[in-house]
């Protein structure tokens, strides 16, 4: 039990941290659409791709957790 806990605790700080990422690279991109040096289509087709890769990376975090978890309840 205490393992599984520090699994989903780990699980969540990792969420957090992918979360930290994409917000960064939102501000950029939002910081080069206003200095100019992207369009706007560019910046939203950007965000998009973004936030794709967090999706994908947060489903394979919880396809780990969700074996790490398996493994601690045999």
């Not at 599984?4 to 957090?16: N, P, T, V």
């Not at 967090?54 to 396809?63: G, I």
């Amino acid at each position: 039990v205490q393992l599984s806990k520090l699994a989903k605790s780990k699980l969540e700080d990792a969420r957090i941290s992918v979360r930290a990422v994409r917000d960064e690279v939102m501000k950029s991109l939002d910081k080069q659409q206003k200095e100019g040096d992207i369009s706007e289509d560019e910046k939203f087709t950007q965000k998009e791709k973004i936030q794709g890769q967090v999706d994908a990376a947060n489903r394979s975090l919880e396809a780990l957790f969700d074996k790490k978890e398996a493994e601690l309840q045999k």
